[in-house]
C-alpha cells in the first residue's frame, strides 16, 4: 500500500495543540499508512514533550512554523503578515505536492484567503465554498422523482463565505454536485437552494436570482427550494446556501442533538422508575446516542481548491479533531481513483453556463 | 372570569380549514371561557359542515370572508387586492377591539405588511418580528454572569425579515428584551446577537454594525456574540438574528429533533435484543419524545403591533395549530397583567437611543 502523506496545522483552533496533538497521535496507531507532517510554532514544544510522540512513532513528522494565525486575526492580514504560520506552511506543503493534503482548526477566513492564495480556486470559480455530508433519515429512496437512494446530503456553504452572490451560490451548486458525481459515482445529482419558504418569491432576491440561474442556465439537475426543517430528510444529493445560513443551520442542529440527548439524561434519573428503564436499555441508549452525536461529524472539505484542504470545528475536542482527520485521510486515499484535476474538469461540465 | 375573544383565521396555511377548524374545535371543548371568532372564505363550509362544530360550541362564532390570502401572494398585492380576505379581518377585528388577539397560519409576509397596515408598529420601531421562546438545556444559573436563572431563551426574528438593517436588528434586541422584562419579570434580560463566531470581526457588516449600536447606544445588557450550536445552552435571555438566519436556525433544529428520534425507532426495531429493551424502556422513551416534540413548540408572537398577533408554522397539522392557539390564549389571558399599550411603553424606555 502506497504512503499517504498529511499536513497538520497544529497551532489553529481554540483548543490548538492540546486536543490537535493526541488526535494525531491516535491517528498515527491507528493508520500505519500515512504520514502525518505536522506544523507548529514554539509553542506546541512543551505539548510534544509531554506526550513525547514524535519520538514513538515512526510516521510523524514535525515542523516548526514561524507564527501562528490568532482567531481574530483578519483575513487580509493574515495574508500580508503570516506567511509562515503553521497554516500558511501546510497549504504550501499541498501546492508543492509535499503532501496529498492538509488540515486545519483554524480560522477559516484566513484558511479560505490563504487557500485561494496558495492553491487558488478552479478555473470558473470565484471562492471556495465549506462542504460536508449531513445524515439524512433513512437510506430511503429520494421521495420527489423516479430516482437513486439518497443515504447522505451534502450541504455547502458552511461559512467560508459570510455573504455570496446568486453567481456563486449557482458555483457552489455546481461544486457539491461534482463532489457527489465523482465520490458517489451520482450520474444526476439533485440540487436545491436553502430558503425559508418553498414559494418562488420567498427569500431574498438574491436566492432568487440563484434559482433562476440555476433554473435557466445550468445543466444541473435543479429541484427549486428547501427548508431547514427539510435537510435531513433526503430530499436532495446537494443542499446550497451562503456560509452564514450553512452555518448556523449545521450549529443549530447540533445544539438540539446535545439537548435531546441531555433532555434523555434527564428524563432518565427522575425518579426510581426511569432510572431503572434507562439502566435496562443503557445498550440502546449508548448505541442511538453514538449514531446522532455531532461530534462524528466534524470536518468539512473546503471545496474548489486545487488541493485537498479540510477545516476542522474551530472549538475541536481530540476526539472531534480525530473524526476530522479520519475525513481527509479518507478523502486522499481515494485521489487515485479521482485526482483533483479530475475533480476540476467536472467542475468545468458542471458549471456550463452560469457564469455567463 | 371574564370572556376571552381571540380571532382565528381559517383559511390561512398549507393544509387550511382542514388543520385548522378541528383545533380550534378542540380549543373550544377545553376553553370554555374563550369565545372563538373564525373566519374564513366560503372554501371553509363544507369543512364546517363535516364537522358540524359550530352548531355545537357555544363559543364559537363564524364569520365569512371575501377570499383567501394565498402562500405566494406578494405581500404588497396582499394589501392591495385582499383587504376583505380572512386574514385582513382578523387583523381588523384586534384593530377594532372586537377581538383580544388574532391567529393565522397563512403567508408571512402579507401577515407582516396586513399587520402593520390595520394595527401599525410601536412608535421607534421599523419592523414587527416573529418572536418565540425556545428550550434551553436546564433551569440553570446563566454561566457568564452573577445572574438569574434561565429556563427558556427568547430567539427574534425568526422570517418576519428576511433582510434587517443593524439598527433594526438593534430594535428586535429592544423588542425582545421587552416581551422578556414583563412577561418573566426579568429586570435586566440579557440580549446575544446571533453570529457564525464570537470574534468581533467575524459575520456579515450588518451584524457587527448592530453589535457596536447594542453596546454603545443602548441601555440593554448586551453580552456579545453567541453561535447557532448555543442557542439552547441558556446563555441569553434573549437571541437577535436577522429572519432568514433565525428561520434556518429554528427549522434546522426541528428537523434534527425529529431526525434523532426517528434514529432511536430505528435502532429500537434492530434485532431482537433491541425491540426488547426498548419495550422495555418505552414509557421513558414516550416521555421524552414528548418533551423533545417540535410539535408543541408551534407558534410565534408577531412581536412590536399594537395588538397581539400569533403565527402558526405554515404546514402546521391540527395538534400543531392547537399548540399555536393555546400560545395565543396564553398571552391575551395575561392582558390584565400587562396590556398591549404597557408593552410599548416599556419598548420606549428599551430603545434607549439606538434609533439616534
Redesign the interface.
Known sequence: MSVLRIAVDASGGDRGVRSILPAVDRAARHYANVEFHVYGDTSIEPEIERCSFAQSRHNIVVHRAGVSVE??D?PVSALRHKRDSSMALVLKAVADQQVDGCISAGN??ALVAMGMHFLSCYEGLERPALCKAI????AQVNRYKDSHILTQSYLLDL?AN??CSAKQLAQFAALGATLCAVKDNQSQPSVRL?N??R??????SVIQQASLILDEKSALRYDGFI???????GLADVIV?D???G??????????????????K???CDGV??RS??W??S???K??QK??S?DQYNGAYLLGLKGTVVKSH?AADQQQFFYALKLLIDQVSQHAKYPVNEMETRFQQAIGSINN
Request: aromatic letters at 4%.
Open positions: 482567531m481574530d483578519s477559516t477566513g445524515p439524512v433519515v433513512d461559512g459570510a455573504n436553502l425559508i419558504g414559494e418562488s418569491l420567498k427569500g431574498s427548508e431547514a426543517d427539510q435537510i435531513f430528510q446556501c456560509g452564514f445560513s452555518n448556523i443551520a449545521l450549529k443549530a442542529s447540533e445544539g438540539m442533538a446535545r439537548l435531546v440527548s441531555h433532555r434523555l434527564q428524563a432518565a422508575i426511569n428503564l434507562a435496562l436499555a445498550p440502546l441508549i448505541q442511538w449514531s446522532i455531532p474551530g
